[in-house]
């Protein structure tokens, strides 16, 4: 099961920033109301988040928070909302901040908060009603709306039925509460429910659960593997690498749905006392994850890109093959996410990609494969074997709001393809970034940093995605 990965568009992204940033008193007012939430938003400069809005609590310090909540209970209770985001209704944002008779009786004033958030949110996806984007810090802020509001009536159902002291917190759309009896973890269930019910949202049954305490803060996996050591001198380091990894492929058999073998390599990534005969092991156990699950590809990619720059040799005909064979996997089925990172790995690399390849990548409709595959084969990693019709039917001043607006307006900047009419220059609102040179892609990123050398005068290699301004 995949969730739709997209970038929001700036046309519709700056209008909901705005509207969040005229109003974020009275949003303070209704988030501050929960006692459960430990994610509602703040807006203050931290050291370690690189964000506008964060959440209160960082995800790494739950654990304590768990520790601190089973104080003084015998049961969780642990469950969360199924799909959250892709399933919250937007017309039930006026509801959260304006109380649902206010909102209905009201529903065509422009002047409501709620409303605004409403209509610009729906404008941003067609139309669409259902749902909101995952990750924008924007969509915390409408997401700890609803979620603070609903707190609100949730502590008052279980505070009224529950005879015994009890704790609880959310995270996101994560619950745990904690109490003396099983009866009454149950009763909070069914309050949990009704409450969830009245705003279209649902409970993740595989998630559902009343655990007798005590129990793991944490996964026990997490746990174990975190803690592994690895030893400095050559034999031994080797033979810990083995164990490593044949414990990380253990533990994703018995836990298939968990992501083991993604956090074991991320977990490695920052091993600075490899010895250097022991990296040939390591890359081809790394490659051998790659093959078994994709979603450990950028990982294991950093490591190469990060021992390649300490000269350590890289198997380029080996890795050349495992990434073309990620492409030919996953581009017959739309995984753009694996297919943008092998070719972006390709360019990194100055490897090949394979005509069979090519051909996949030309089929798919993903605004980051497009302008990955045209950089490709401008630098000449790709022959003559990209099909590009497909994508030149997105060069429109309308596709600039639709789905594929990040190629329409960079495949133009870029000059990459070319309708022989400027779309972008044409349009009021692109054109006046495409003047300021806004960009989205920065070609830079696709280069092999040598020691001692820089990519600008801060010496930061820029992110891909990361928007900024020359």
């Not at 609590?57 to 209970?73: H, M, S, V």
């Not at 093959?291 to 990619?301: G, K, M, P, V, Y």
């Not at 030309?362 to 003559?384: F, H, K, T, Y």
Request: proline share 5%; aromatic share 10%.
């Amino acid at each position: 099961m995949r969730r739709k990965l997209s970038i929001q568009n700036p046309a519709f992204f700056i209008e909901i920033a705005k509207v969040i940033e005229n109003n974020w008193s009275d949003i303070k007012l209704i988030t501050q109301k929960s006692n459960f939430s430990k994610s509602k938003p703040v807006h203050t400069p931290h050291p370690k988040r690189n964000r506008s809005i964060s959440p209160l609590l960082d995800f790494p310090d739950l654990p304590r928070e768990r520790a601190k909540n089973r104080a003084i209970g015998r049961y969780a209770l642990q469950t969360d909302i199924s799909q959250f985001y892709q399933s919250i209704y937007t017309h039930s944002i006026p509801w959260a901040v304006h109380g649902k008779e206010i909102a209905k009786s009201r529903r065509n004033d422009s002047s409501l908060l709620g409303n605004q958030l409403d209509k610009l949110i729906r404008n941003s996806q067609d139309g669409q009603t259902m749902g909101i984007p995952i990750s924008p810090d924007t969509s915390l802020v409408i997401a700890e709306l609803i979620l603070c509001t609903l707190d609100l009536e949730l502590e008052r159902r279980i505070s009224n039925s529950c005879s015994h002291p009890y704790r609880g917190f959310r995270y996101s759309d994560d619950y745990e509460f904690v109490f003396l009896t099983r009866s009454e973890a149950e009763t909070a269930l069914s309050h949990l429910q009704q409450v969830l019910s009245d705003f279209e949202l649902t409970l993740n049954p595989d998630k559902t659960r009343i655990v007798k305490l005590p129990c793991s803060l944490d996964s026990t996996w997490v746990l174990e593997l975190s803690d592994y050591k690895f030893s400095k001198s050559k034999l031994a380091q080797m033979q810990d690498i083995i164990r490593y990894f044949d414990r990380a492929f253990q533990i994703s058999k018995e836990a298939p749905q968990e992501p083991v073998l993604k956090y074991a390599i991320a977990r490695i990534e920052n091993f600075h006392e490899l010895h250097p005969d022991n990296w040939s092991l390591l890359e081809s156990l790394l490659l051998q994850s790659v093959t078994i699950e994709s979603s450990t590809l950028r990982d294991a990619l950093s490591i190469f890109q990060n021992n390649q720059i300490k000269k350590y040799p890289i198997d380029l005909d080996s890795l050349e093959k495992n990434l073309n064979l990620q492409v030919l996997q996953h581009a017959p089925l739309g995984h753009s996410s694996e297919v943008a990172w092998a070719i972006w790995s390709i360019i990194v690399f100055k490897l090949a990609i394979y005509k069979e390849a090519s051909q996949a990548i030309s089929g798919m409709e993903d605004s980051i494969v497009a302008i990955l595959a045209l950089d490709a084969q401008q630098r000449g990693r790709i022959p003559e074997w990209l099909i590009t019709k497909k994508w030149e039917q997105f060069l429109t001043e309308d596709e600039l709001y639709g789905n594929q607006w990040l190629f329409s307006y960079e495949a133009n900047r870029l000059g990459y393809l070319s309708t022989g009419y400027d779309h972008v220059s044409r349009d009021p609102w692109f054109s006046q970034l495409k003047q300021g040179n806004v960009t989205f892609y920065d070609r830079a990123t696709s280069l092999i940093i040598p020691p001692g050398e820089t990519s600008g005068p801060s010496g930061e290699i820029q992110a891909l995605g990361v928007i900024h301004k020359r």
